[in-house]
Nanobody, 118 residues
């Protein structure tokens, strides 16, 4: 059973930065896609950013160049995916989840809370 564990969330002021980390119990290169989603109170879970095994990235429109998804170097420790978030806004407040797809199986982490104060 694959496990995903997010970390790095917290409280940050408007315009600040956070770096989220998602640690997988296996190499992230075993996954077809890894992604970050978020869910704000009363809203549906939405895609923030994704990366394919080949390194192709995709971002939601609201990211507007502020966030960057990345992963560990395959030559080193290769089980983490990151989300660097800059220029944070109050509307970025949400629980952020890591998602990984392996074949037809989808795995989710437990989420990490990000709160941006105005």
């Amino acid at each position: 059973q694959v496990q995903l564990v997010e970390s790095g969330g917290g409280l940050v002021q408007f315009g600040g930065s956070l770096r989220l980390s998602c640690a997988a119990s296996t190499s992230i290169f075993n996954f077809k896609v890894v992604a970050w989603y978020r869910q704000a109170p009363g809203k549906e879970r939405e895609l923030v950013a994704s990366m394919t095994a080949g390194g192709v990235t995709n971002y939601a429109e609201f990211v507007e160049g502020r966030f960057t998804i990345s992963r560990d170097n395959p030559r080193n420790t290769n089980n983490r995916v990151y989300l660097q978030m800059n220029s944070l806004k109050p509307e970025d407040t949400a629980v952020y989840y890591c998602k990984a797809v392996q074949g037809v199986i989808v795995y989710w982490g437990q989420g990490t809370q990000v709160t941006v104060s105005s």
